[in-house]
């Protein structure tokens, strides 16, 4: 149940049937040469759409900002702070806990360190503020990666390879702009760095060249498995 899309009585019907919301967090991020800015945004809702047609499951209209570190130079990465992030999350929670939903799964397309942790953070205090609530928290690389592992050929492939890219090729082929060439980041350890740029100058992390509009429905198929999969843990958790 796609929510920007029901009427106001599809909505309390839907209530009927389930209590479970999946609010889609993406983000504007530079994705190599080859791939729109808004991929992850994509990436989340089409897999969280996916995944609820596979059984009773809300889907929340996506948050297409959030928080990008190692990309903050590149050109087009436009992001929110933490505070930000974690008031949207807990404002929207409140609000759709309200409406009647007590089961919320946050999924990212986006699978950056901080802000999974502002998510988590977000998510914690959610469940000390409302007693009869239970919360997931997963980056689609983290649900969906053991399953992409079996499909994609790529081993540490993560930003903009053949993951991303090919599931663009398969929901939104004409916004993939050929195809950037394999690279892997090399950040100094534990270090910040102020020109993150110089150490990953082409914003691409694993290997563009091996992806396909065939793999890319393989994979979104494989996620959103795995989401409904959580989803239903979630659900039946005795917590
Ligand atoms: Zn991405």
Redesign the pocket.
Known sequence: MIIEELTMDEFAGGLEKTRSIVIPFG?L?E?GPH?PLA??TM?AEKAARAASRLGDLFVAPAVPYGMCRSTANHPGTVSIRGNTLRGLVKDLAHDFYRQGLRNFILLS???GGTHMAALVEAGEELLSELEDIKVAVASLLDLAGPAWAEIAETERD???GEV?TSLVLHFAPHLVKGRAAEEYPTFPKHILVRDKRRYWPGGVWGDPGAASPEKGGALLEAAARALWSLASRLESLDD
């Open positions: 983000s991020e994705h791939l991929t992850d990436t397309g986006h699978a993560s930003h903009a991303e």
